[in-house]
């Protein structure tokens, strides 16, 4: 397969910094950084191309690529993708050669000081790192290690099944958000009202730390569910999201101290444990209210994420409209989706991640992954979804490789392992109770010999 032109999607996420504080090339330590003189006689650094590879997979001459709709997401057919490989690079995304060479240095110096857990052990994962600190590897280590801590102190891998949110309901009748369709490469729409939030109503019918918990359980379902599940969709791998806050008679009086503390708290949890998973932020709606605390939001932003922002007034619906069809716009936002079936777009959280076909396709591939880990103990697994091995079987060129029949030949693989340590334990009980019994038997020789 061939490297395809860049598209729009991708050159729109082009992300160029000027540091006038950095004086040549040759004074910066940061490896994988490109920097060229700027017009204004400073340093400007180029910040990378998408973390996403849009490759597409190849399409029959004579046919257009589908474009993307709520509708045609939900009624989208399970793809043929015929060869994993092809799947596989839906799902895992192709690599940058650069990139992927800097990706095996750090993996390796990972692996070599103990610091890599298999679970973690991802392409993506730790290309995410590597890029948000322009592929330091000392400053991504130390990164890494917070992130692996903190998810082990949060209890992250296990809040889906210890934490139910009980109040969502509740809490988004004062504090609107949620996800609502794609755009037009693809990525999950991120959607929040701000000027509506009540944060002393809010306060009422959740706490500060039950937020956080289904913050942090919404970034999981992203990478684990609504990324895979758009990657199908589109036929392209997908991992970020295009967000817009609408900032609708917002001003320094919403800004209260209870609201900066959860502001705070929520872009650390983002930026330090969820990095490179923004795509682009659109704050719309925005007055002279907003532009004197845009100023105080700002600094609690880095340099990096500001670039990703563009504030705009209320004549955002164009701007919105060319990044997002109008069937994945709210009409609160200059689309046409309502959403009346579900209370409303910010309620529905519709997407591909709502296709029970892809959630199948997905959650097989999950249960491959554990399968092969329990048979294997493989060391590799990917950004949630990456192809499972190949399965050695006689005449497997003649056997269709789809995804279930995979799964159950796994399945029966290990079950078979399985069954041969089973046997094998069977057989030295019974042997060790042969023993037995024959010891048994010498010692009552013995004590008849003892009686005459």
Not at 78 to 100: A, W, Y
Request: proline letters at 4%.
């Amino acid at each position: 397969m061939s490297t395809l032109p860049r598209t729009k999607c991708e050159r729109d996420r082009d992300i160029t910094i000027t540091r006038s504080d950095i004086k040549d090339e040759s004074s910066s330590s940061v490896k994988g950084s490109k920097f060229k003189s700027g017009s204004s006689g400073g340093i400007t650094k180029s910040i990378h191309p998408p973390i996403e590879s849009h490759w597409d997979l190849p399409t029959p001459k004579g046919k257009k690529r589908a474009s993307f709709s709520i509708k045609s997401m939900l009624s989208y057919p399970l793809m043929k993708f015929g060869r994993s490989k092809s799947m596989e690079m839906v799902l895992g995304g192709t690599h940058d050669p650069n990139d992927e060479k800097i990706v095996e240095s750090f993996r390796e110096m990972l692996s070599q000081e103990g610091l890599l857990p298999p679970k973690h052990n991802d392409y993506h994962t730790l290309l995410r790192f590597l890029r948000m600190n322009d592929f330091d590897m000392t400053i991504s280590k130390d990164m890494f290690l917070n992130y692996l801590k903190w998810r082990k102190e949060f209890r992250v891998d296990m809040i889906h099944k210890e934490f139910k949110f009980t109040e969502y309901t509740e809490v988004k009748k004062c504090y609107p958000h949620g996800y609502h369709g794609v755009d037009k490469c693809g990525r999950p729409v991120y959607i929040e009202r701000l000027g509506m939030i009540d944060v002393n109503k809010l306060w009422q019918v959740t706490t500060h730390e039950r937020f956080i918990k289904h913050h942090v359980l919404e970034q999981e379902k992203t990478l684990r569910v609504r990324y895979p599940a758009c990657s199908l969709a589109a036929k392209r791998h997908i991992a970020s999201t295009t967000s817009i806050l609408d900032v609708k008679g917002i001003g320094m009086s919403n800004f209260s101290k209870p609201a900066r503390y959860l502001f705070m708290e929520i872009q650390k949890i983002d930026s330090s444990y969820y990095p490179e998973t923004l795509n682009k932020l659109f704050i719309v709606n925005a007055g002279s209210g907003f532009k004197i605390l845009w100023k105080a939001v700002k600094a609690f932003l880095s340099e990096r994420t500001v670039a990703k922002i563009q504030v705009l007034g209320p004549d955002y619906p164009s701007v919105l409209l060319e990044a997002i069809d109008p069937s994945n716009l709210p009409t609160f936002l200059g689309g046409n989706c309502i959403c009346s079936d579900y209370g409303g777009c910010l309620m529905s959280d519709q997407g591909p991640w709502k296709n029970q076909e892809f959630l199948e396709m997905i959650q097989t591939v999950s249960l491959t992954e554990e399968t092969d880990g329990a048979c294997e103990n493989n060391n590799v697994v990917s950004e949630g979804f990456l192809m499972h091995k190949k399965v050695d079987m006689k005449n497997k060129d003649d056997v269709r490789t789809d995804l279930p029949c995979r799964l159950a030949l796994q399945k029966i693989d290990c079950l078979e392992d399985s069954l041969g340590d089973i046997k094998n334990k069977i057989k030295t009980l019974e042997d060790a109770l042969q023993e037995t019994k024959m010891a048994l038997k010498e010692i009552g020789q013995h004590i008849e010999q003892q009686k005459m």
